[in-house]
């Protein structure tokens, strides 16, 4: 099987950033955007939705990388997959407006389109048990400053996240609470933690 370009483009840079001493000596490596950029794009080689897009070093040596701000990065071996709930369960029929014309849930093709059907249908309202439920942010920004403590192969390691982007793709406020989300169009076996 041959080699993809994420492949190729991070062994150059484990060997000539000495990622996997790093990771032994220090419990954990830095490395800039500017340092992958060297090699190759460093938004097409740090974005794995899903642990099956790690790249071939990252999955042999139980590695994952984190943002820390808009230009640095950390490597380690943070759990930053969790995998989805498999347990059936029940399925509540909804009645979806039928005086909607621009928006048809029998052809959802966006993530953008498929969370206007979740709220228009009032499914959102539900599961956040929100009666008044109003869209107020999206799109991308910045994080601010904060930190977080994330399971590693050494116990907890904590980051500390300065500026980083984010991207949301839907929030909803209630009189109780303020619910973020995160869509995806298809159906996938785990997620990307720090997409929470």
């Known amino acids: 099987m041959s080699k993809s370009k994420n492949d190729i483009a991070w062994e150059k840079i484990f060997e000539k950033y000495k990622i996997i001493d790093n990771v032994l000596n220090n419990g954990h490596s830095i490395i800039s955007s ?43 071996t943070f759990e930053t997959f969790s995998d989805f709930n498999i347990d059936d369960v029940a399925i509540t029929p909804i009645e979806f407006p039928t005086f909607l014309e621009s928006l048809d849930y029998r052809d959802i093709t966006s993530e953008a389109t498929a969370i206007n059907c979740a709220f228009v249908s009032k499914i959102l309202h539900d599961f ?69």
């Open 128 to 196: 956040t048990e929100e009666d008044s439920l109003l869209p107020t942010v999206s799109g991308r920004m910045s994080s601010s400053s904060f930190d977080f403590n994330i399971n590693s192969g050494n116990g907890l390691f904590n980051v500390n996240v300065g500026n980083s982007q984010i991207e949301i793709d839907g929030g909803y406020e209630g009189d109780n609470s303020l619910n973020l989300i995160e869509a995806k169009n298809y159906i996938s076996d785990d997620f990307l933690v720090r997409q929470l």
């Open 34 to 76: 500017t340092n992958i950029n060297e090699f190759r794009e460093a938004r097409l080689m740090t974005k794995f939705d899903h642990k099956s897009q790690l790249p071939k070093l990252f999955a042999e040596n139980n590695l994952s990388i984190l943002p820390t701000s808009r230009g640095g990065y950390v490597i380690g």
